[in-house]
């Protein structure tokens, strides 16, 4: 029998193997507070999806949202509770989860046994040691892992949101594209009057070579601008479609674009609110913050990182002699190894991520600068269409067919007169999309790093 000492030793270390109990799972896998992150960014609910009656439950719910002319909000909706590449993306909760669990457990004993015989006579030596040394390590590995899991979550969301902004933006260039291909029809349709009307004027021989040419090249251009219209509108309508998760287009957009806001956001301390809510450099922080621990760690074990100690017993001689009891304690020399590389990369790799906070804190300012920017500019060249542009468009129009009325233009005058009207309309639906979309992308800005790339498919003026 092992000696009463050793059982001594044995049971603190048999005590302290029950701790890992409490390193448990938690019931929502941390999806709870990703879901009511994006709750309060967006108004939006997300599901993770993890049995066939969920994902069916929200199959009804997505059916009834598609049965009527969807807005904006049931675009970004449908997207956060249909994008199966959004529900690949919970995953990475459940890995991070598992390294957090993992790091609050303690490694297992280790049980050791060594048998030899010659002449009758035997050797026998058991052991069964622990990991003393884990109990050191495992409060800072287990807060390096709460942080990583923290800024898993943080990922995370900002995935889910930067979906709602994509699909936003998506869906107002698909309603543009949408309501651009139907005006480019109309431009068709009188060019196509014109050309036709030119046409039979020629062969009357009341309209020269020159004249009919002409009208047949603005007929020309205009079926060619249909065209890119429609293939634009193609484009858009596929766009929204997959980042909505669909595998079919069978859902309508509303006629026309959203109006214009009566009054311009006005920037208020939007820098000092970037640094404070984009997640990117909260992220950014919390990587920093656990490399600093692991810093911590590094320095801790760069001389020994395996302590194991517990009860041995040997026996040597004859079948008939007694065990020896006694302690076996195993740990590593640093007689080549002196941990100094190890803290050397810890350092460095520290260092790089300070300087690569400073920079994303540097980025998150400019880049609200410049969304702002682009939503001001964006509101103002709107405007100035709705206010100025196209009113005296109109009033031209108006105007013509008055002397029309009077013969004192022709019809041609008038056709090419409706053309440019129908033009400056489309310019303006063309602006009020790029207002739309730079709004989007100043609230994401104040989220996270946006995407100030070009819109979707161009859509063609004449």
Avoid at 417 to 428: C, E, G, L, T
Wanted: aromatic share 6%.
């Amino acid at each position: 029998m092992i000696r009463m000492a050793s059982v001594r030793l044995l049971l603190p270390l048999m005590f302290v193997s029950l701790l890992p109990g409490c390193a448990t799972f938690s019931r929502d896998g941390g999806f709870d507070q990703v879901a009511s992150t994006v709750k309060a960014k967006t108004g939006k609910e997300i599901r993770w999806v993890k049995s066939e009656d969920e994902r069916h439950a929200l199959d009804a719910r997505i059916a009834e949202l598609l049965q009527q002319p969807i807005s904006v909000d049931d675009a970004v909706q449908i997207a956060l509770l249909n994008n199966r590449g959004l529900q690949a993306s919970y995953a990475e909760l459940g890995i991070s989860e598992a390294d957090l669990v993992q790091a609050g457990r303690l490694p297992n004993p280790r049980f050791s046994m060594l048998r030899a015989s010659r002449d009758g006579e035997y050797k026998i030596e058991q052991a069964l040691t622990f990991n003393i040394f884990s109990l050191v390590t495992m409060p800072k590995a287990t807060a390096i892992e709460r942080r990583r899991f923290e800024q898993t979550q943080r990922q995370v969301s900002l995935e889910v949101l930067r979906l709602a902004t994509a699909t936003r933006k998506a869906y107002f260039t698909a309603l543009a594209a949408a309501q651009s291909e139907r005006y480019m029809q109309q431009v068709m349709r009188a060019a196509e009057t014109s050309a036709t009307l030119a046409q039979r004027m020629k062969q009357a021989g009341n309209w020269s070579t020159l004249d009919e040419a002409r009208e047949q090249g603005f007929y020309a251009d205009a079926t060619l601008g249909a065209s890119r219209a429609r293939q634009a509108s193609l484009q858009a309508t596929e766009q929204l479609t997959r980042l909505m998760g669909l595998d079919h287009t069978h859902y309508t957009l509303p006629e026309r674009m959203p109006d214009l806001p009566a009054h311009a956001e006005e920037a208020a301390n939007l820098e000092q609110t970037a640094l404070q809510q984009r997640m990117d450099v909260q992220m950014m922080k919390l990587q920093t913050e656990a490399l600093a621990g692991q810093l911590g760690l590094t320095k801790t074990t760069r001389f020994i990182n395996v302590l194991e100690l517990g009860p041995a017993r040997v026996l040597e001689g004859r079948r008939s002699d007694p065990y020896k009891n006694g302690v076996e304690i195993s740990l590593e020399i640093p007689l080549f190894d002196w941990g100094s590389a190890r803290v050397a990369r810890a350092e460095s790799t520290y260092m790089q991520v300070v300087n690569q906070l400073a920079q994303v804190a540097v980025e998150a300012r400019s880049e609200v600068r410049e969304g702002y920017g682009r939503y001001r500019a964006s509101y103002d060249i709107a405007r100035h269409y709705r206010d100025s542009v196209v009113p005296i468009r109109q009033k031209i129009a108006e105007e013509n067919q008055l002397r029309y009325n009077g013969m004192l233009v022709s019809v041609f005058d008038l056709l090419a007169d409706a053309r440019a009207q129908i033009a400056s309309v489309n310019s303006y639906i063309e602006a009020l999309r790029d207002f739309w979309l730079s709004q989007s992308d100043m609230e994401m800005a104040l989220i996270g790093k946006p995407d100030f790339s070009a819109p979707g498919p161009a859509m063609v003026a004449q």
